[in-house]
């Protein structure tokens, strides 16, 4: 079955604690990206990768790093969290430029006391 | 920077009622594409629009593209309670950036 898997689902951390939301897909899709949700703001782009190795910033990324070694994984790091980064994660992947559909994984829910 | 402005924000519509919801580029899109989101989901693709002027429809759905390819909406016609959730539209300004909408969410009482 073709889709975007994302973990953990839920995730409660502390301030300045390192941590990892995993993205993989298993379409071959070129494209990923991390959009993070916030109520009023709809979906904003944290960071995108056009392929391996290849990847910029979107409209939000302070705070946040990413990495792409392979083509399936696109993970989210976010090196010292801050109570402001308490948000609903998404990532997504479409086959490529142009006409192309984003594939949402199931979301990411974190909390950050 | 690019901004997709989307309303209403919020509406709350009677079952049978129609509903309508509004995008707005302050540039020219290449496409527009709109997808859904159910209570406690994920945004789901359900249509892509590219040409000016250009009406899709999909059952009691029916998408927009503007003559100036800078607005969009999405009409649903006699709402059902399984339509509820929030409608986010994206445009796409140049290469894969999408930029989403604020959405809206749609209640249907019943």
Redesign the interface.
């Given at each position: 079955e073709a889709q975007v898997t994302q973990n953990p689902r839920y995730l409660i951390t502390v301030t300045g604690k390192k941590l990892t939301v995993t993205c993989s897909q298993n379409m071959n899709h070129e494209y990923m990206s991390w959009y993070r949700q916030d109520p009023g703001l709809g979906l904003r782009q944290i960071y995108y990768s056009m392929n391996v190795e290849v990847t910029d910033k979107g409209d939000v990324p302070e705070g946040y790093k990413v990495s792409r070694k392979e083509k399936r994984n696109f993970p989210l790091i976010l090196e010292s969290p801050s109570p402001n980064q308490t948000s609903l994660y998404f990532c997504a992947s479409s086959p490529g430029t142009g006409l192309t559909e984003a594939f949402f994984g199931q979301g990411t829910r974190l909390t950050v006391v | 920077?690019q901004q997709v402005m989307?309303i209403p924000?919020y509406q709350h519509v009677q079952e049978g009622e129609d509903f309508t919801t509004y995008c707005n580029s302050s540039t020219t899109l290449s496409?527009i594409?709109w997808?859904k989101q159910r209570p406690g989901?994920?945004?789901?693709?359900l249509i892509?629009l590219?040409k000016s002027g250009e009406v899709k429809k999909q059952k009691r759905l029916t998408f927009q593209f503007g003559e100036a390819k800078k607005n969009s909406s999405l009409h649903i016609t006699a709402t059902q309670t399984t339509d509820v959730g929030t409608y986010?539209c994206?445009g796409r300004v140049y290469?894969?950036?999408?930029?989403?909408?604020?959405?809206t969410i749609l209640r249907v009482k019943s």
């Open positions: - | 920077g989307q924000q496409n594409q997808y989901g994920h945004p789901v693709f892509q590219v986010f994206a290469g894969n950036k999408l930029v989403f909408g604020a959405g």
